[in-house]
């Protein structure tokens, strides 16, 4: 609790007593309205006060100003002597402890992701000749050694210098069995270091680490705004003057109708009635839960390491039909072994050496496990001119000899003939000199859970999976049937890929997602209704460019986030039917005279304590399957 809450209790509390000591006392005339006045201005005049601020300022119609005429005029009837000041009283009690009881909910679940903010490290030991020294994150330059003592969190993302330890990735990945790292391991920042001492090369600087990123990400996240909160506000502005104008003509046409039919018009008890139909009718439970609900899914989500960027992002997951999957990296794991190398004319030892080194700078997945299976120590003086083509390969100079490796497109675009090779994997044709050099076989393979993913994508009901590659069709046909995809294309160029999925995307009655790896397809993640980047240690374009991140690469955690969406969308519709439905139901009675204020204001804080546990549960949805 808050101390602003807990004075706001004391404030309830203390108006609530008196209240009741009240009702005992027997005062008449201007004494007990004097007396009344007291618990009835202890608890309502802030909420008078903003509403003489709202009608200042020319925003009339707020919920301030609904319980502000709706109390004033009780207390008017209870001068008059047909009504008592207990009513008055009463509804700003009420709704104040509704106020606050939704305060603290918010509190609850902002705490809640606050946990995750949790991941904010304090200080980094920077070491210094021997010595180590506590800095503030921020001011630890690329390549530092810092040292992270079990218990501490990695405050910057780095690489192990030394030491071995078991790292506890749980606030970022939700995944709670401890990761071990070693010697020449990346770590990234975020993650609590459990059993030994690790000495790190810092890789990046504060804020470009993975956890100034996540903060980034989640403090943001709340300003984009779902289409049904839209709704809610625009809604909101046209029901409040509609119901002062229905609480109006409640007050004054049956009277009128009375009068002019030669009956009693009965002016204080359509009064009355008017007043209680506009406690009733203040939408603050709808105004309240629906961001909160958001907020908490968010949450929740943020809790099973899937970042969602926006309330409106989680809307669209939830109405998500039909994914797309990039295949290297997002399906499969996107660390290539080399199973064969065919050269033409050179040892295979000379042709994997030149192929590695003029694949030296490249960051693609086959680069690196050309360079792996090589072993051998790059020596960037040997490689200049280096050119990477994406979708297409490399072309270098490496000793001075004029170095291309890449796939049958990229050697026709070089103007070297190639060879039909049936190889059962990725081809990676080399050409030296501009001369056909011979091709190796590198292949992929498949993650654990990727066929699983799929499987468990169909039965949540998405339609349709598509697997687009810019490998060629014998490899992407091997992966697709591996996963039970619906359909694939393969050899397709990045702009092919957003070319396909806007193909997709026509005609389409739900939203499609397209879940890459970042490698090269951040065209295609910002081309998406929803883009999902796996892995927060993919590249940082795709990361930007994504609406929902993965933090770890599994792809299970697609079919969770569209879990957790899906019922958080499902707890926005019950809250919006739920709480209509019982206002609409009050209005009813209260307009036939069957209810009065007490149950009106039962009903709105009623609903809205209801409407806020139920936003609650989606902040505990990241815990279930
Ligand atoms: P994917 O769609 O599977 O992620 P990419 O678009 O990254 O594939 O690459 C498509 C194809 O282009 C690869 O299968 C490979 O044949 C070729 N290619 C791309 N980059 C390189 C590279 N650095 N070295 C060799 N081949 C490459
Ligand atoms: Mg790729």
């Given at each position: 609790?808050?101390?602003?809450?807990?004075?706001?209790?004391?404030?309830?509390?203390?108006?609530?007593?008196?209240?009741?000591?009240?009702?005992?006392?027997?005062?008449?005339?201007?004494?007990?309205?004097t007396l009344w006045m007291v618990p009835y201005l202890l608890i309502g005049y802030d909420i008078l006060w903003d509403a003489v601020r709202g009608i200042v300022a020319g925003q009339v119609f707020d919920e301030n100003f609904l319980m502000a005429v709706a109390t004033v005029g009780a207390v008017a009837l209870g001068l008059m002597g047909s009504g008592d000041y207990t009513e008055a009283v009463a509804v700003m009690l009420f709704y104040q402890l509704g106020e606050w009881f939704q305060s603290y909910a918010v509190g609850k679940s902002r705490r809640s992701i606050g946990a995750l903010m949790d991941i904010r490290p304090d200080f980094a030991r920077v070491e210094r000749g021997g010595e180590t020294e506590e800095v503030d994150?921020?001011?630890?330059?690329?390549?530092?050694?810092?040292?992270?003592?079990?218990?501490?969190?990695?405050?910057?993302?780095?690489?192990?210098?030394?030491?071995?330890?078991?790292?506890?990735?749980?606030?970022?990945?939700?995944?709670?069995?401890?990761?071990?790292?070693?010697?020449?391991?990346?770590?990234?920042?975020?993650?609590?270091?459990?059993?030994?001492?690790?000495?790190?090369?810092?890789?990046?600087?504060?804020?470009?680490?993975?956890?100034?990123?996540?903060?980034?990400?989640?403090e943001n996240a709340g300003s984009r705004k779902a289409r049904v909160e839209h709704f809610i506000s625009r809604f909101a502005r046209v029901y409040t003057p509609a119901v002062c104008g229905a609480a109006l003509a409640l007050a004054v046409l049956p009277p009128v109708v009375c009068l002019a039919l030669g009956d009693a018009p009965l002016w204080s008890q359509w009064l009355y009635r008017a007043l209680t139909f506009l406690v009733i009718s203040c939408p603050c439970a709808l105004v309240i839960s629906i961001p909160l609900t958001f907020f908490a899914g968010i949450g929740g989500a943020g809790r099973c390491g899937v970042l969602v960027k926006g309330a409106n992002f989680l809307e669209a997951l939830a109405d998500t039909d039909c994914v797309v999957f990039d295949k290297t990296g997002t399906l499969t794991r996107g660390t290539f072994s080399v199973s064969g190398v065919y050269p033409q004319h050179m040892a295979a030892q000379e042709?994997?050496?030149?192929?590695?080194?003029?694949?030296?700078?490249?960051?693609?997945?086959?680069?690196?496990?050309?360079?792996?299976?090589?072993?051998?120590?790059?020596?960037?003086?040997?490689?200049?001119?280096?050119?990477?083509?994406?979708?297409?390969?490399?072309?270098?100079?490496?000793?001075?000899?004029?170095?291309?490796?890449?796939?049958?497109?990229?050697?026709?675009?070089l103007g070297v003939d190639c060879p039909d090779c049936a190889a059962a994997g990725t081809v990676v044709h080399i050409s030296v000199d501009g001369v056909y050099a011979g091709y190796i076989v590198v292949s992929d393979t498949l993650k654990p859970h990727s066929a699983e993913a799929i499987a468990q994508l169909k039965a949540a009901g998405v339609k349709k999976t598509v697997m687009l590659t810019g490998d060629n069709e014998a490899a992407a046909q091997a992966v697709a049937a591996a996963v039970g995809v619906d359909e694939v294309r393969s050899r397709l160029l990045p702009q092919e890929k957003v070319a396909a999925v806007e193909q997709l995307l026509a005609n389409r009655r739900g939203k499609l997602a397209f879940?890459?790896?970042g490698v090269n397809d951040a065209p295609v993640l910002s081309r998406a209704d929803i883009g999902i980047a796996m892995g927060a240690m993919g590249s940082d374009a795709a990361i930007e460019a994504a609406d929902v991140v993965l933090m770890d690469d599994d792809p299970m955690k697609i079919v969770r986030a569209i879990r957790i969406a899906r019922r958080c969308l499902a707890i926005v519709r019950q809250n919006i039917v739920f709480a209509l439905g019982v206002k609409v139901l009050c209005l009813l009675l209260v307009a036939v005279g069957a209810a009065g204020m007490w149950l009106g204001i039962f009903a709105d804080v009623g609903v809205m304590v209801l409407a806020v546990l139920n936003a609650m549960r989606a902040l505990r949805a990241g815990g279930e399957n």
């Amino acid at each position: 609790m808050t101390r602003k809450q807990k004075k706001m209790l004391a404030r309830i509390l203390v108006s609530a007593a008196l209240m009741v000591a009240l009702l005992f006392v027997p005062a008449e005339g201007w004494l007990r309205f004097t007396l009344w006045m007291v618990p009835y201005l202890l608890i309502g005049y802030d909420i008078l006060w903003d509403a003489v601020r709202g009608i200042v300022a020319g925003q009339v119609f707020d919920e301030n100003f609904l319980m502000a005429v709706a109390t004033v005029g009780a207390v008017a009837l209870g001068l008059m002597g047909s009504g008592d000041y207990t009513e008055a009283v009463a509804v700003m009690l009420f709704y104040q402890l509704g106020e606050w009881f939704q305060s603290y909910a918010v509190g609850k679940s902002r705490r809640s992701i606050g946990a995750l903010m949790d991941i904010r490290p304090d200080f980094a030991r920077v070491e210094r000749g021997g010595e180590t020294e506590e800095v503030d994150p921020d001011e630890v330059a690329v390549g530092s050694v810092i040292v992270v003592q079990p218990g501490e969190r990695v405050p910057i993302d780095g690489v192990v210098l030394s030491g071995a330890s078991d790292l506890d990735t749980a606030a970022l990945t939700g995944e709670s069995l401890p990761r071990d790292v070693g010697e020449g391991d990346e770590v990234i920042s975020g993650c609590i270091n459990l059993t030994g001492v690790l000495r790190l090369r810092t890789t990046k600087g504060y804020g470009e680490s993975t956890v100034a990123r996540i903060l980034d990400l989640v403090e943001n996240a709340g300003s984009r705004k779902a289409r049904v909160e839209h709704f809610i506000s625009r809604f909101a502005r046209v029901y409040t003057p509609a119901v002062c104008g229905a609480a109006l003509a409640l007050a004054v046409l049956p009277p009128v109708v009375c009068l002019a039919l030669g009956d009693a018009p009965l002016w204080s008890q359509w009064l009355y009635r008017a007043l209680t139909f506009l406690v009733i009718s203040c939408p603050c439970a709808l105004v309240i839960s629906i961001p909160l609900t958001f907020f908490a899914g968010i949450g929740g989500a943020g809790r099973c390491g899937v970042l969602v960027k926006g309330a409106n992002f989680l809307e669209a997951l939830a109405d998500t039909d039909c994914v797309v999957f990039d295949k290297t990296g997002t399906l499969t794991r996107g660390t290539f072994s080399v199973s064969g190398v065919y050269p033409q004319h050179m040892a295979a030892q000379e042709l994997l050496e030149l192929t590695a080194l003029a694949e030296s700078a490249s960051s693609h997945p086959i680069s690196r496990s050309l360079v792996a299976a090589w072993g051998g120590e790059v020596d960037r003086s040997r490689v200049q001119n280096i050119h990477e083509r994406s979708g297409h390969g490399v072309q270098a100079t490496v000793d001075g000899r004029s170095v291309a490796a890449g796939n049958r497109r990229w050697m026709a675009e070089l103007g070297v003939d190639c060879p039909d090779c049936a190889a059962a994997g990725t081809v990676v044709h080399i050409s030296v000199d501009g001369v056909y050099a011979g091709y190796i076989v590198v292949s992929d393979t498949l993650k654990p859970h990727s066929a699983e993913a799929i499987a468990q994508l169909k039965a949540a009901g998405v339609k349709k999976t598509v697997m687009l590659t810019g490998d060629n069709e014998a490899a992407a046909q091997a992966v697709a049937a591996a996963v039970g995809v619906d359909e694939v294309r393969s050899r397709l160029l990045p702009q092919e890929k957003v070319a396909a999925v806007e193909q997709l995307l026509a005609n389409r009655r739900g939203k499609l997602a397209f879940v890459g790896d970042g490698v090269n397809d951040a065209p295609v993640l910002s081309r998406a209704d929803i883009g999902i980047a796996m892995g927060a240690m993919g590249s940082d374009a795709a990361i930007e460019a994504a609406d929902v991140v993965l933090m770890d690469d599994d792809p299970m955690k697609i079919v969770r986030a569209i879990r957790i969406a899906r019922r958080c969308l499902a707890i926005v519709r019950q809250n919006i039917v739920f709480a209509l439905g019982v206002k609409v139901l009050c209005l009813l009675l209260v307009a036939v005279g069957a209810a009065g204020m007490w149950l009106g204001i039962f009903a709105d804080v009623g609903v809205m304590v209801l409407a806020v546990l139920n936003a609650m549960r989606a902040l505990r949805a990241g815990g279930e399957n």
